[in-house]
Structures are given as structure tokens and as C-alpha cells.
């Protein structure tokens, strides 16, 4: 049973930092997927970063945060990061990580996992 835990959230003002963590535990192995997804208030939830583990690591970003925001996934492969730089006032929400097997079905489908979120809120 694969489990995820995000921490790092909080309350930050515009133009600081934080740094998101990802725990995952359970059945994992081989090649999957791995997203941080976040939802504003009042609108729909939205892929920020990637990376996709196959034999090495990809990552792909959302247009709106290349350059501030990193992901990045720790040499165990049990731990995603999220880097966020320069935040500004649309960067408040709820992060998610997700994971499944490939990124298509985490992002279309409905067999993926997911955390129960931190929240992020920039003034």
C-alpha cells in the first residue's frame, strides 16, 4: 500500500521560499511517476512539476513556474522535494504529491495516490 505525506507548508511573504517534502512509503519499484499538483482557493487543482523516474530522472515544469519552482527527488527515491523561489500571491494553495505508474494515468486517470496536502500561503 503506497503512502504519501507532504510537510513544508506555511505562511510566507511574497518573494521568500519554501521548500515541500514528499514522503513516500509503500510498494514501489521500477519506473513511475511522481507530481506536485496544487489547488487555489475557489479553482480547480493544477500540475505544477514532474519527474518521471525511468532509468534516469525527467522533470518538467508548468510554463507559469519555470525558473522558481525545483523538483527533485532524494538518491532513496522515498522522498520528492519541491524548491519555490520568489513566491508570489498566486502561489497560495494546497500542494499535492501524487504518483502512479506512468504520468499519463496520474494525471487523466484515477489509480494514482495521493497525499493529503500542505498549504501554502503567501501575503
Known amino acids: 500500500h503506497v503512502q504519501l505525506v507532504e510537510s513544508g507548508g506555511g505562511s510566507v511573504q511574497a518573494g521568500g521560499s519554501l521548500r515541500l517534502s514528499c514522503e513516500v512509503s509503500?510498494?514501489?519499484?521500477?519506473?513511475?511517476?511522481l507530481a506536485w499538483f496544487r489547488q487555489a482557493p475557489g479553482k480547480e487543482r493544477e500540475d505544477v512539476a514532474l519527474?518521471?523516474?525511468?532509468?534516469?530522472?525527467?522533470?518538467t515544469y508548468r510554463d507559469s513556474v519555470k525558473g522558481r519552482f525545483t523538483i527533485s527527488v532524494d538518491d532513496s527515491k522515498t522522498t520528492l522535494y519541491l524548491q519555490i523561489n520568489n513566491l508570489t500571491l498566486e502561489d497560495t494553495g494546497t500542494y499535492y504529491c501524487?504518483?502512479?505508474?506512468?504520468?499519463?494515468?496520474?494525471?487523466?486517470?484515477?489509480?494514482?495516490?495521493w497525499g493529503q496536502g500542505t498549504q501554502v500561503t503567501v501575503s
Open positions: 501524487g504518483l502512479d505508474r506512468g504520468c499519463a494515468s496520474l494525471f487523466y486517470g484515477d489509480s494514482g495516490h
Open positions: 509503500g510498494s514501489t519499484s521500477g519506473r513511475y511517476c
Open positions: 519527474a518521471a523516474l525511468v532509468t534516469e530522472t525527467y522533470t
